[in-house]
């Protein structure tokens, strides 16, 4: 940083050097060529800081933003100025703007990970121990319907349980209403069994006990997860396939932890499809998770979307952006007039001729614009173009200086 500012001030004297030669080119005996062209100026002024947040700062007294205790005066600091003409300052294409009240749109730019919608998935199991007979799907990423046939398998005790069930009918025409509980009975365990109203009817209808029964696909989705093969011994316990419907899917955002306070429920959002040409599609912040993640720092966000076309595929990593509630009124100053210096901020002040370096305490930033929470006052003017040259200028000056003699000719 101290061999940027040298760099920075010899490109500045170089200027000067310039203007002065041509001010005053027939002086045989003149002062050092800064001199002539600027002063630097070391006025005392106050700080006071915030005596449990040491970062908050300001000129004045007042109240600190986070915690409401009075600023205590910590020390009289020095505050270098360094005056620069109107010639100087259109050839250092300086520029300056006004701190003002504005409205700052709270804006988060992050990216997301499409995911399957985890209330979108359904797992296949049976309830009756038993073996794979034939296997429908034999692949993951099969696209399945809503009734297609998954696999069937034979089981033992669904063979003793319609075996039952075809004895208790047979008991009940014989003796009437007094058998009905029977065939009730031994219906209720073919379901918890696992058998569908379609097998229980064709099973009435037939008077044959299956034994073979087929599981049906309860929803149109895709494959997932495939755990059976033919011939494998299955138990109830197994997950043997998962299907998963694609008609909607999950946006996973992250969003960083100093954001945090800009999130709510509901928020509007918009997902940029770089793969698609399609415009941004609008969306809102469905749920927030509730724990950071310990190295990122940062939490995640849901947004849920429709994909009937299909255009979303999981674990596409897409743009996002998430639109908060506005900062309404806050003092502010453009974004290039901040200089930053590892915890704090800073911006350089022009009054007429005089350019002075003041430490500021920033909030939110949006728009190009960076909001001040102290050490500046509405209608001030900042520097947002040259303001390098004019920061490495008063940052020289207080170093220590030589006591040699100056050179005279």
Known sequence: M??????????????LILSAQAQD???HAHASPVAAAQSVLAEASPLY??????????GEPGNCPICGMDLVLQRQQKTAQVQVNGAMQQALAIRTEAA???????????FATVQYAEDAIHHSHIRAEGWIEQLFVRSLGQRVKAGDKLFSYYAPDLLVAQDDYLQALSVSKQNGERSSSLVKRAETRLRLLGLSDKDINQLQQSRQSQYQITVYAHQDGVVTMLNVRDGMYIKPGDTLIEITSLNSVWLVADVAEAQQSWLFNG??????????????????VDYIYPA???????SKVR???D???????????LPVRLYGGPLRDVLSVPRDAVLLNGNSSRVVVQNGDNFSVRTITTGSSAQGYVEVLSGLHDGELVVVSGQFLLDAQASLSQLPQSNSASHQH
């Not at 101290?2 to 200027?15: H, I, N, S, T």
């Not at 950071?292 to 940062?298: E, G, I, K, N, V």
């Open 2 to 15: 101290f061999k940027f500012y040298v760099l920075a001030l010899l490109l500045l004297q170089g200027l």
């Open 25 to 27: 080119h027939s002086g």
């Open 49 to 58: 800081v915030c005596p449990m947040h040491q970062h908050i700062q300001q």
């Open 100 to 110: 003002a009240p504005r409205t700052l749109w709270r804006f988060i730019d992050t």
């Open 267 to 284: 928020m509007s959002a918009e997902v940029d499809i770089p793969s698609q040409h399609v415009s941004a599609i609008d969306a809102k």
């Open 292 to 298: 950071l993640d310990a190295q990122s720092r940062s």
């Open 303 to 305: 947004l849920t979307l």
């Open 307 to 317: 994909n009937s076309k299909q255009l979303l595929k999981p674990n596409m990593l």
